[in-house]
């Protein structure tokens, strides 16, 4: 089976191509910040429908060339297939991953498109978290498929590299110090890595590239943003 991943990060892509293999599936990355990085300036993550019919006619002939397209983070480069899926001839996987209209919330067509396709027979729309369900149900988008959770897996050679910042540290500092990373939480709601500075904690605050990235640290302080679940909750009695 020839399959195509559509990607703006490369965790789910590592994940694809750690089962890909297991299966011995042939698989080839479109990772979305090489492929289309001269317009994605503010809005980088914002696929309208004229960004995504531009992207089909450029690439139409290679997109039919595999038997399975599967988009992931995010869910909008779904809507590069959706308006042609009758003419489409892979099948299309939405792989749901924080927020299925991450980035174009405002545009009331898209979710209105992908409801109507709920019962396309080359559609599967999957969720990495059961919160993705519900988030789509809220917003008019039914979702029947089984969650499909992240591995975490990569293959031989896809290390990661440290988080940007760390080669300041000491290499006695890891076991003593906390990584604090730099989405809204941490700088825009409160300024953390300042806040835990001032309780005399030592501490990295910068981009990670992966848990591989942080696993030498003491600790990491993080305010989630996302519910990302990894087990159910326990059953019967306690």
């Known amino acids: 089976m020839k399959i195509l991943h559509l990607t703006f990060h490369r965790s789910p892509q590592y994940d694809l191509e750690y089962i890909c293999q297991k299966f011995n599936f042939d698989l080839e990355t479109l990772y979305f910040h090489d492929y289309a990085s001269n317009i994605y300036k503010p809005n980088r993550y914002k696929v309208t429908e004229e960004r995504a019919e531009a992207w089909w006619r450029d690439k139409k002939d290679y997109y039919q060339s595999f038997d399975l397209i599967i988009t992931s983070d995010t869910a909008a480069l779904s809507r590069i ?74 293959l031989p050679g896809r290390e990661m590299l440290s988080p940007q910042g760390v080669a300041l540290m000491e290499e006695g500092d890891y076991e003593t110090g906390f990584y604090i990373s730099m989405y809204h939480n941490e700088t825009k709601f409160i300024n953390l890595h300042r806040h835990c500075s001032k309780l005399g904690l030592k501490t990295v605050h910068g981009v990670h590239r992966g848990a591989d990235s942080l696993k030498r640290f003491k600790a990491i302080i993080h305010i989630p943003y996302a519910w990302s679940p990894k087990h159910k909750p326990p059953t019967g009695p306690k």
């Open 81 to 154: 297939f959706l308006r042609h899926i009758d003419e489409l001839r892979p099948r299309l996987i939405v792989w749901i991953c924080d927020r299925f209209d991450y980035a174009i919330e405002a545009d009331k067509q898209y979710p209105l498109l992908l409801n109507s396709l709920v019962q396309e027979r080359k559609l599967r729309l999957i969720p990495n978290t059961e919160i993705e369900r519900i988030y789509c149900k809220q917003r008019g988008v039914t979702v029947v498929e089984a969650v499909i959770r992240p591995l975490g897996h990569r």
